[in-house]
């Protein structure tokens, strides 16, 4: 029924910029929080920033505060993370995900949908 389709991932240098986009669709439904994660290869899947869709308060990794920044468009269902000052331990599969209930927004097992994943490299 719900699926995230998510897109802006890419190639790029240290110090440059991405936004990824992901956007919710398949019916109506309520969202109390969307979130960014990422997994990197021989990693395991690690939080990066969260919004909670009332309201709009914002919550980042320390790895990324002051670097990424997690945005909304409630109108369209859809979830931004612009990430500038890119660094290369930033490479991963970007996962967007949607919470409907909460209140775990902060961690995995918090959400129920899950977008496909999207390739962010970043070189030297």
């Known amino acids: 029924q719900v699926q995230l389709v998510e897109s802006g991932g890419g190639l790029v240098q240290a110090g440059g910029s991405l936004r990824l986009s992901c956007a919710a669709s398949?019916?109506?439904?309520?969202?109390?929080?969307m979130g960014w994660f990422r997994q990197a290869p021989g990693k395991e899947r690690e939080f990066v920033a969260a919004?909670?869709?009332?309201?709009?308060?914002?919550y980042y990794a320390d790895s990324v505060k002051g670097r990424f920044t997690i945005s909304r468009d409630n109108a369209k269902n859809t979830v931004y993370l612009q990430m500038n000052s890119l660094k290369p331990e930033d490479t991963a599969v970007y996962y967007c995900?949607?919470?409907?209930?909460?209140?775990?927004?902060?961690?995995?097992?918090?959400?129920?949908?899950w977008g496909q994943g999207t390739q962010v490299t970043v070189s030297s």
């Open positions: 995900a949607a919470d409907p209930r909460g209140p775990y927004f902060l961690r995995e097992f918090g959400y129920d949908y």
């Open positions: 398949g019916g109506t439904f309520n969202i109390y929080a």
């Open positions: 919004i909670r869709w009332s309201g709009g308060s914002t």
